[in-house]
């Protein structure tokens, strides 16, 4: 929910979107446009391209579901899905699918949502209902396509989202075989945090001249406070432990670099009290699911994640991002720590690292345009290398700094 005051300007009244939306808009609690909202949204209401810059919690959702709702509203069509939206997991498609029907409750704008993982039978006849809108994996798109329980022909907007998530896990061959089956002329927006070359082809064979919206990373980091903790290998999860017992920890995301790391780190914070849970590979869609769920209702305070499997996560009220494990490269660092933060909340990003690491952390330091500050807890800390610029050697009694955008 955006905090701004109505007064600040006019709101979401300057789009000119029908009554039944607005009042969709008010009671999702939506006040002022935010920035992403405000450069996508006149630009999708003409019907141009667009291609977005912007990682998940910046209110993308809302930029393209407003456009394509007045669409569906301003021109009657048949029987066939009108929008389809392409989101690569379960449970960003789940979210996009539930902030749509928020948004769509006064209208008769039906939203269906598929994904793979359980039963195809329930999706096929909640396809049989019609729905303007679906929702889809790719996966089960293709499944759903392959049984004629669904057709594309009357498509006239696709969305893909997060579509730099997509080729990390593999899904651009099915991403073709999708827009294959599209008719050629429709409206596209592709939304993708980074730009990787692959996702640059496909936005030059997918976009007409598109309206490009670029959100400064460094501006959507500016509420996260950032920690490096030098730590040998063998006193991490001494560490977590030291920060999960912080005063201001209420929820906490903590990223491994391996699936089987995670789920034995989430067993062993779960006998010494915590109320943890895994989200690995491994697991069965059920699993992920009740997973996901029991976090996001606060039944675990802490969820431990590799990067493919926390794809797409949107969790308000996380207070911290503890990165166990460093991440591989630059964009997998800012794509973790933007999962707190959320909604111009405040939030801490802490990381752990070794000796090993020097490297990849002079890297993240280029990447978000400042050094990070170094906390010292006594008896683990080890020295770590600093970035190449000169900076003052933290104290023990140094506090982390928030960011702020030049």
Known sequence: MHDSKQESGTGFNAFDLGPSIQRGIAAAGFTEPRPIQDQAIPAALE???????????TGKTAAFALPVLERLLSRRGGHDPRVLIVAPTRELATQIGEEIRSLARFTRIKVATVFGGVSINAQTTELRNRPEIVVACPGRLLD?????????????SLVL???????DMGFLPDIRRIVAALPEKRQNL???????????RLADRLLENPHVVELNHTQQLETIEHALYPVDETRKYDMLEHVLSGDDFRSA????????????????LDKSGHRAVALQGNMSQNARVRAMDGFRKREYDVLVATDIAARGIDV??????????????????????????RSERDGKAYTF????????????ERRIGSAIPRRKVEGMDIPVRQSGRPSRSPSRSSRPHRRRAS
């Open 353 to 364: 690292v070794t000796t090993e690491d020097g490297q990849m952390v002079r890297e993240v």
């Open 316 to 341: 308000d009220q996380v207070t911290h991002v503890v990165n166990y494990d460093m991440p591989n490269t630059s964009d997998a660092y800012t794509h973790r720590i933007g999962r707190t933060g």
């Open 190 to 200: 592709l939304f993708s945090a980074t730009m990787p070359k692959e996702i640059r």
């Open 47 to 57: 019907g141009r391209d667009i291609l977005g810059l912007a990682q998940t919690g």
């Open 144 to 156: 759903l396509l392959g049984r004629n329980a669904l057709r594309l022909d009357s498509v006239e």
């Open 161 to 167: 989202d997060e579509a730099d998530h997509m080729f």
């Open 253 to 268: 995301i903590v990223f491994t670099r391996t699936k089987h790391r995670a789920k034995r780190l989430a067993q062993k």
